[in-house]
């Protein structure tokens, strides 16, 4: 009988709350081994969620915990999965919060009602529904968090990872980092194309060094690129193709039909002189600025 | 307005597409063009799209045959002022317009198109004379 169940469940809990929590807290504490300060904080947590559980008992519906009288037993689990998410922990650690309820609960059940087996058995039955769907609560929570956090992590890689610097007048850089796939080309491409209204420039420095492997789809995708810096009037040089990287190159047969040079400095140094213009070294200043990582390499 | 004006810069023609092209636009456009560079002389044509918002496939096609017939005339061809989501869009289309120069504005435009007759000037002298 429901209406039987929920109310002496919520009774036990009432009397018994002292004893629950002290049990559950020390449950968890041997299961985590947690330190002395998160003791503390585990039985508050801990009480917190057996007052909401009492709370949901006495009026809401086993059947559906996502009632408004489940609301601070879920805020509960809310937190306390979201915060183990953040910190590492494993979906069955997090989901051991409500699992590990079982044992003290089932202890007082026991105690309580054991001399009516009928009773026992159905009261054990409808708390492990409840709390199943609990901690079934508790892993979507922890999965959703987790989500959040690998959705943000990839936003701010994109952002962080496509920077375009202006180098000198008219000539911007786009040093690549990392792994081009379609997504990123389309802001990188965005950013260098707008870099480029901003600026005026006429040439666009493409550096991967940072590009780990150049595949078919990431030639394409550099392809595409360069094409379209071409349609804004601006001629692209590539540089810092490593050794790996120009025999995959070869062997694949891909041909990016530009300009490239070893180093940024190289491509640079070209850039100045496609825009007119030369570095010259100044006699004295340069000689001792350019004289001083020599000696130390010299002394190392 | 079915026809877009041509103007003259010095032995440049300078064509500001505004409005979107149609069929019969684009073939007035080529005509006119052809007929001018000619009529003119010109050396150079740059063909300002700034204020184009869209280009399809069928206005690239369009560029890459201006481009193609002042070439036989002996005049090179300049596109300016593509926007960056336009140039994004022809890429992805696989319009790379290869046979057509490419400037960020009108300014930059003409100086790309005067390095380009300074370059091939030698056979040209003949022709700067009269």
Request: net charge negative; proline share 3%; glycine share 8%.
């Amino acid at each position: 009988m429901p209406p039987k169940i929920k109310s002496s469940l919520s009774r036990l809990l009432d009397d018994f709350e002292e004893e629950i929590v002290r049990n559950w807290a020390g449950a968890q504490k041997a299961e985590l081994k947690s330190g002395q300060g998160e003791d503390q904080q585990l039985s508050a947590l801990a009480r917190r969620f057996v007052a909401g559980l009492r709370a949901g008992a006495e009026k809401g519906r086993f059947e559906n915990i996502r009632g408004d009288e489940w609301a601070e037993a879920r805020a509960v689990l809310e937190e306390v999965s979201s915060d183990r998410a953040l910190k590492g922990f494993t979906p069955s650690e997090s989901a051991t919060f409500v699992f590990s309820l079982k044992g003290p609960l089932f202890d007082v059940l026991r105690r309580e009602v054991g001399k009516d087996p009928e009773r026992l058995g159905e009261e054990v039955w409808a708390a492990t529904l409840l709390l199943d769907r609990l901690g079934l609560y508790t892993v979507e929570v922890f999965q959703k968090s987790r989500e959040a956090v690998i959705a943000r992590q990839q936003e701010e890689l994109l952002e962080l990872s496509t920077p375009v610097v202006q180098l000198w007048q008219g000539i911007v850089a786009l040093p690549l980092i990392g792994t081009l796939d379609s997504s990123r080309t389309q802001v990188v491409m965005e950013n260098l194309l707008q870099e480029i209204v901003n600026t005026g420039a006429a040439i666009a420095i493409i550096d991967i060094t940072g590009v780990p492997t150049v595949d078919t789809l990431v030639a394409q995708h550099l392809i595409k690129t360069i094409s379209a810096a071409r349609l804004m009037g601006a001629e692209c040089l590539i540089s810092g193709i490593r050794p790996q990287i120009a025999q995959t190159m070869v062997h694949l047969g891909v041909e990016l039909n530009v300009i490239s040079k070893a180093t940024m400095a190289g491509a640079f140094a070209l850039a100045l002189r496609k825009t007119g213009r030369k570095v010259v070294e100044q006699n004295g200043v340069e000689a001792v600025k350019l004289g001083a990582p020599k000696a130390a390499s010299g002394s190392a | 307005m079915d026809q877009i004006p041509i103007m003259k810069i010095g032995d440049c023609l300078l064509v500001s597409i505004q409005v979107d092209m149609h069929d019969r636009m684009a073939m007035t456009l080529q005509d006119d063009l052809t007929t001018r560079i000619v009529a003119t002389r010109a050396r150079g044509v740059m063909i300002d799209i700034s204020t184009l918002e869209i280009v399809d496939s069928f206005i690239g096609r369009m560029l890459n045959n201006i481009a193609a017939m002042s070439r036989v005339l002996d005049a090179v061809t300049v596109v300016v002022g593509m926007r960056p989501a336009v140039a994004i869009t022809l890429v992805e289309l696989g319009l790379t317009l290869s046979g057509v120069k490419t400037a960020l504005d009108v300014e930059k435009g003409l100086a790309l198109i005067r390095r380009l007759i300074d370059d091939d000037g030698e056979d040209m002298s003949g022709r700067r004379e009269d």
